[in-house]
T-cell receptor, first 113, second 114 residues
Framework: EADIYQTPRYLVIGTGKKITLECSQTMGHDKMYWYQQDPGMELHLIHY???????EKGDLSSESTVSRIRTEHFPLTLESARPSHTSQYLCASSESGQLYEQYFGPGTRLTVT | QQQVKQSPQSLIVQKGGISIINCAYE??????FPWYQQFPGKGPALLIAIRPDVSEKKEGRFTISFNKSAKQFSLHIMDSQPGDSATYFCAASSLDTGRRALTFGSGTRLQVQP
């Protein structure tokens, strides 16, 4: 059973607001990821982190930013939310080395009105 | 640029039947091919995975078939059950990138009818 948590699960917010999506894992994993899931299901990598103080952009361009100050915590921030940011955001983590399994959190469904 | 192509987009199977989902990839550097299962309101969960050094892997009712020369792999669900109704994603990753992030297929919605 994976121990990776995301809050909030659902968020409806107005345009221009600043939001932070929280992601925490208790498995001590070095690598963490943020994926954006389209309404049509496909997942796209938007951010990843190798470890503390290491973050990089993913394949899909995103106006969001991330930070990794603690191993277990990988929050995603939108400084000014727009309707185009409406989506499902999924956080995942994995161990380093040869074990590739990624454990996903339950996701945050964001709606920007 | 879609590096992993998945089909079909949706699939309806009768209980007890075989569900088959196919994926094709382009990047020959991919060396890990997992399948994820996602139920509504949940994050994806690893179902089964394969490396390119084997042509088939079986875990219970779930089997991955892998064809390296054709750059294709597929998921077979034997004796499909209504509880298997979910969205299935194939994925691939490469150690070359260092980050081990997954490139996902577009997903297949499976419905198993009782």
């Amino acid at each position: 059973e994976a121990d990776i948590y995301q809050t909030p699960r659902y968020l409806v917010i107005g345009t221009g607001k600043k939001i932070t999506l929280e992601c925490s894992q208790t498995m001590g994993h070095d690598k963490m990821y943020w994926y954006q899931q389209d309404p049509g299901m496909e997942l796209h990598l938007i951010h990843y982190s190798y470890g503390v103080n290491s973050t990089e952009k993913g394949d899909l361009s995103s106006e969001s930013t991330v930070s990794r100050i603690r191993t277990e915590h990988f929050p995603l921030t939108l400084e000014s939310a727009r309707p185009s940011h409406t989506s499902q955001y999924l956080c995942a983590s994995s161990e380093s080395g040869q074990l590739y399994e990624q454990y996903f959190g339950p996701g945050t469904r964001l709606t920007v009105t | 640029q879609q590096q992993v192509k998945q089909s079909p987009q949706s699939l309806i199977v009768q209980k007890g039947g075989i569900s088959i989902i196919n994926c094709a990839y382009e990047n020959t550097a991919f060396d890990y091919f997992p399948w994820y299962q996602q139920f509504p309101g949940k994050g994806p969960a690893l179902l089964i995975a394969i490396r390119p050094d084997v042509s088939e892997k079986k875990e219970g009712r779930f089997t991955i078939s892998f064809n390296k020369s054709a750059k294709q792999f597929s998921l077979h669900i034997m004796d499909s059950q209504p509880g298997d109704s979910a969205t299935y994603f194939c994925a691939a990753s490469s150690l070359d990138t260092g980050r081990r992030a997954l490139t996902f297929g577009s997903g297949t919605r499976l419905q198993v009818q009782p």
